[in-house]
């Protein structure tokens, strides 16, 4: 088996310079969640040109690449998301996005191109799989919904055993990979509280509801949830991200708008912190005189990796990169909704680094200036392969 991936992984590099050059075409041409038509095309003719059974309009812009082998057994389903953002480029290099407004800065391109080159090399080995390989393409990982809950409900891990996803890292050194099993990302929960009081002049408080005042009391109470609600060992996050409300300087606002977010791990905490935002909510604006309307919506579960798919690729990472290149991953209060897919399945979801010595290369995930080291894009191959063998061959 050994030989076998040494000889696939050279097949890797001679096509790495063809996998950077999907990946910029893609970087130059993002399309944004639920809009990715162009984006699912081209990913649709690149696998039908490497001879794979396609099916496409899975949950949306969806799609899946089938490659069956020529012995019995299990089947791995391996995961890459392709929408972008709304950002607009500020990076000057020849694959600048030609799309105003719109970039993939957080590295879904990179993604795509890697398991497109997965899929082209793996494809020449088909006589060799003990097993099929399900390339799983994914539209709207950042827009809640989100697209990895419609593809599963119309099948896209029909008779998948295990579901692997790899993530760039621009905090992460090129060369290096993280993994960690259990909760990695956080629940993500979005939330607006329309508040209505009664309008008035700011010289004659004591004829209005003042909307203002009975925002600010939310906000400041809404922040004692976690300090005061929640079990002190195990985490959540609330955050008010939007305060909106009045007109004048002299004018009592009869209308304020939050809007917000909470993060968990635990499913109790995350059912918790819903209730007493609710509590809250109501009894402030009742005590006041006032109404409020909640709208709530529960986004994307905690991405919680399997403990024992988790080892067993960690294992292989260290095999194909050595031991002091695969470190513990460290979770983190962002959302991603690979989470679905490891509710259905077993597997687990790890990090690949895409920074060097050059600043470029140094900006987080959704900065305007985000670019990477696309010598990870061969790194995420690589790992994908080493995780197929182990399967497969």
């Known amino acids: ?24 075409h893609m970087h130059q041409h993002p399309e944004l969640s639920f809009k990715e038509e162009k984006t699912a095309l081209y990913i649709k003719e690149k696998l039908i040109s490497f001879g794979l059974e396609v099916k496409t309009n899975i949950g949306g812009h969806g799609l899946i690449g089938i490659l069956k082998g020529a012995h019995p057994g299990k089947t791995i389903g391996l995961r890459a998301d392709f929408d972008g953002l709304p950002i607009h480029d500020e ?11 719109v970039m993939h800065a957080c590295g879904h391109d990179g993604h795509t191109a890697a398991l ?102 939310i906000v400041s109470s809404l922040q004692k949830i976690v300090s005061r609600s929640v079990d002190p060992l195990r985490s ?14 002299n004018v009592i606002a009869d209308k304020a708008v939050l809007e917000g977010t909470v993060r968990t791990f635990d499913a109790s905490i995350r059912k918790q912190v819903e209730e007493r935002i609710r509590c809250i909510v109501n009894g402030i604006t009742v005590a006041f005189g006032a109404s409020a309307v909640i709208d709530y919506l529960n986004g994307y579960p905690a991405l919680y990796n399997h403990p024992e798919e988790t080892e067993t690729v960690r294992n292989l990472l260290i095999d194909e990169f050595s031991e002091g290149n695969v470190e513990e991953m460290e979770p983190s209060m962002g959302a991603e909704d690979f989470s679905y897919f490891l509710l259905e399945k ?40 080493k995780i197929v063998s182990h399967y497969l061959f």
């Open 346 to 385: 077993p597997g687990t979801y790890f990090r690949v680094g895409s920074r060097n010595e050059c600043e470029t290369t140094h900006y987080p995930h959704h900065h305007p200036k985000f670019d990477i080291d696309e010598q990870a894009l061969l790194n995420i191959e690589r790992s994908f392969v």
């Open 91 to 101: 990076k000057e290099v020849p694959y600048k996005s030609q799309n105003p407004g």
């Open 236 to 249: 959540a996050v609330v955050t008010i991200g939007v305060f909106q409300a009045g007109s004048a300087f």
């Open 116 to 217: 497109l080159g997965t899929a082209k090399v793996l494809s020449g080995y088909r006589e060799k799989l003990k097993g099929n390989v399900v390339f799983i393409f994914q539209p709207a990982e950042e827009t809640p919904p989100g697209g990895a809950k419609f593809m599963i409900e119309n099948g896209a891990l029909e008779g998948v055993d295990y579901v692997f996803g790899a993530h760039l890292d621009s905090q992460t050194p090129v060369g290096k990979v993280t993994t960690g099993e259990g909760y990695q990302m956080a629940a993500v929960d979005k939330f607006s509280i329309t508040i209505q009081g009664k309008g008035g002049h700011g010289a004659k408080p004591h004829e209005a509801v003042d909307s203002i005042v009975i925002a600010s009391e």
């Open 1 to 24: 088996m050994t030989l076998l991936v040494s000889e696939v992984n050279e097949k890797l590099v001679e096509n790495f310079k063809e996998v950077v050059s999907w990946r910029r």
